[in-house]
């Protein structure tokens, strides 16, 4: 069954680095995300992407983020310089062009912010 | 603004009971009802959607209902089993490919 998947699982970094998380949607979606679960907190929506651009942006998403498909296959998230508060799962998830929309999970990337 | 409700209090039960979770709402006219599940430390998973003219939609021993007047989503296990022991998230939403809204969850226990 296809499944979308994400690296790394885990990735520890210090304060002020850059960090790419990467993804790989399901292969005929059109419809990508990136949502972040603070431990023990609800998932939170951080950005859609659709047709090679963002459609919407949460308040989270801030100047730090940003997203590309650099290749047609891969997704990715770039927080620029990290913060202790960036500490979290965050999960790509991806949509066909159906009209219900339902989205398909990856297994998370977790961060650690040091 | 908007905002999605669940009963963030554990619910226990005993297997072989039936587990009724629920989803309220406000500002909200969705078109859709989304219900997904979510192990720890894992991504969630969908496991039924239910559109603003249905009033209830079945899968299995899952059963969702959707009361736009309420504006609440109630959400089923029946015959319950401890494999079913996870956090259930709502998420009320208007089209597909926009934003998807998670409500905080409830966590369902079942005891053998």
């Known amino acids: 069954e296809p499944e979308v998947t994400q690296t790394p699982s885990h990735q520890v970094t210090q304060m002020g680095q850059e960090v790419i998380l990467r993804c790989v949607p399901i292969?005929?979606?059109?419809?990508f995300y990136w949502y972040r679960q603070i431990l023990g907190q609800k998932v939170e929506f951080l950005v859609s992407?659709?047709?090679?651009?963002?459609?919407?942006k949460s308040e989270i998403f801030d100047d730090q983020f940003s997203v590309e498909r650099p290749d047609g296959s891969n997704f990715t998230l770039k927080i620029r310089s990290t913060k202790l508060e960036d500490s979290a799962m965050y999960f790509c998830?991806?949509?066909?062009?159906?009209?219900?929309?339902?989205?398909?999970f990856g297994e998370g990337s977790r961060l650690t912010v040091l | 603004s908007q905002k999605i409700e669940q009963n963030s209090e554990a619910l226990n039960i005993q297997e072989g009971k039936t587990a009724t979770l629920t989803c309220n709402y406000t500002?909200?006219?969705?078109?859709?009802l989304q219900w997904y599940r979510q192990d720890p430390g894992r991504g969630p998973v969908f496991l039924l959607l239910?559109?603003?003219?249905?009033k209830e939609k079945r899968k299995e021993r899952l059963k969702v209902t959707f009361d736009t007047t309420l504006k609440q989503s109630l959400f089923h296990i029946t015959a319950s089993q401890p494999a079913d022991s996870a956090t259930y998230l709502c998420?009320?939403?208007?089209?597909?490919?926009?934003?998807?809204?998670f409500g905080g969850g409830t966590r369902l226990m079942v005891k053998p």
């Open positions: 992407f659709y047709n090679n651009e963002i459609s919407e």
């Open positions: 239910i559109r603003e003219n249905e």
């Open positions: 998830a991806s949509s066909d062009n159906r009209d219900t929309g339902e989205l398909f």
């Open positions: 998420a009320p939403s208007n089209n597909a490919g926009n934003m998807l809204t």
């Open positions: 292969s005929n979606h059109l419809y």
């Open positions: 500002n909200y006219s969705p078109a859709y």
